[in-house]
Nanobody
């Protein structure tokens, strides 16, 4: 399984941005795709996750109401729509897959497959 995130860029506070993640290779009905982010000097943190089949989602409190995760299994794509961006959202964003569980975990150690990140910079 391979993942590749794209769509990052430089935006101003209050702007919107949509990240995309291509998931290639074998996926299973019991799998989850998550978005994580890592700001300079900080640990990688959970942002949002979605079940590949069914579309159940989970969000970090810091992004709830502003970010929306969605998936298109026919296109092997997962998206992260980010609205009302804040400077503290600045980070490298990664998509990752957990192929072993229906449960959407916030723990990055559960995710077996990672793509290269895409940088999101939000200026004030």
């Amino acid at each position: 399984v391979q993942l590749q995130a794209s769509g990052g860029g430089l935006v101003q506070a209050g702007d919107s941005l949509r990240l995309s993640c291509v998931v290639s290779g074998r996926t299973y009905s019991r799998s989850v795709v998550g978005w994580f982010r890592q700001a300079p000097g900080k640990e990688r943190e959970f942002v949002a996750g979605i079940r590949w089949i069914g579309g159940t989602s989970l969000y970090a409190d810091s992004v709830k109401g502003r970010f929306t995760i969605s998936g298109d299994s026919a296109k092997n794509m997962v998206y992260l729509e980010m609205n009302s961006l804040k400077p503290e959202d600045t980070a490298v964003y990664y998509c990752a897959a957990d192929l072993a569980s229906y449960h959407i975990s916030r723990d990055r150690r559960v995710y077996n497959y990672w793509g290269k990140g895409t940088l999101v910079t939000v200026s004030s």
